[in-house]
């Protein structure tokens, strides 16, 4: 019987102790609070494709594309003319720039034109007898010539014809012309495009000798900018490509193109 109740009273006791224990474990248990929905707003915008502009910074001086220098290829007197040789003066293309007093050298010139025609007339009676098929042509040359204006190209010649013209010392002679002409023509200086002088070496009344620097002329619409680049942009840049410069203060901007570039030296921007 002893043994019976004492049985009973395990059982009870582990009884017992489980569900005290399931209690405990029970006890500890926490439910899951509910978590509210949360609605975030995106913001949202149409987007349009552009080209992004590259800034580099980069300093330089601003030069004339189209420059100048004038040079005397003939000695003479410096002439005056309405517009003043001075610095800042504009000149239109084809406007004489320079004239140097040519007097004494187009004196010579007209008297060589002077001794080529008494030596066409010396052979028109020689042409009249022994050749004249050849006389018409060369009494209509004779009729045209002017001293006072440039000389007229010889007429075209046979190989027999010219024999007999060189002999008589024509050719030469008109060549030899020719060459004063030429030299004539250095006595004055015309702009090959609108500009401005930038630089004055001699004044009105000046003796001009030869090689003697008169002065430098520019082309004032259009300019290079030469300037030094980073080489991280070698990729980004390419010859003819449009850019923009600003000055210091950026209050001014300009349009202008990459005409050569060299990345072992500089990157040359031409300025329009």
Do not use: C, H
């Not at 017992?16 to 029970?26: P, Q, R, T």
């Not at 030069?63 to 517009?83: D, I, M, N, P, Y």
């Not at 006595?187 to 003697?212: A, C, M, S």
């Not at 300019?223 to 010859?239: F, N, P, R």
């Amino acid at each position: 019987m002893r043994r019976i109740v004492l049985s009973l009273l395990g059982i009870l006791i582990l009884i017992a102790s489980f569900l005290g224990a399931k209690s405990i474990i029970d006890s500890k248990r926490t439910n899951k609070p509910i978590s509210e929905k949360t609605i975030k707003k995106v913001f949202g915008m149409e987007v349009t494709n552009t080209s992004i502009p590259i800034i580099i910074p980069a300093n330089g001086v601003l030069t004339a594309k189209r420059r100048l220098v004038l040079f005397s290829e003939v000695q003479g007197v410096f002439q005056g003319k309405s517009k003043l040789f001075k610095t800042g003066q504009e000149y239109k293309k084809g406007e004489a720039i320079i004239t140097i007093n040519d007097r004494e050298f187009r004196s010579s010139v007209i008297a060589a034109k002077s001794n080529l025609y008494n030596l066409l007339i010396a052979i028109m009676p020689d042409l009249r007898l022994d050749y004249p098929q050849l006389y018409p042509k060369w009494k209509g040359y004779l009729r045209k010539f002017e001293i006072e204006k440039p000389i007229a190209n010889l007429p075209k010649m046979s190989e027999k014809e010219a024999y007999f013209i060189s002999g008589r010392g024509i050719t030469s002679s008109y060549y030899s012309i020719k060459n004063l002409e030429e030299r004539l023509s250095k006595y004055q200086i015309k702009t090959p495009y609108k500009g401005i002088l930038t630089d004055v070496q001699v004044t009105e009344g000046t003796l001009v000798r030869v090689g003697q620097k008169l002065g430098e002329f520019i082309d004032p619409s259009e300019y290079e900018l030469e300037v030094s680049v980073s080489k991280i942009y070698a990729d980004l840049l390419s010859i003819g490509q449009e850019v923009v410069l600003k000055n210091l203060d950026k209050s001014k901007s300009f349009s202008g193109k990459i005409d050569t570039y060299k990345w072992k030296s500089r990157p040359k921007l031409s300025n329009n």
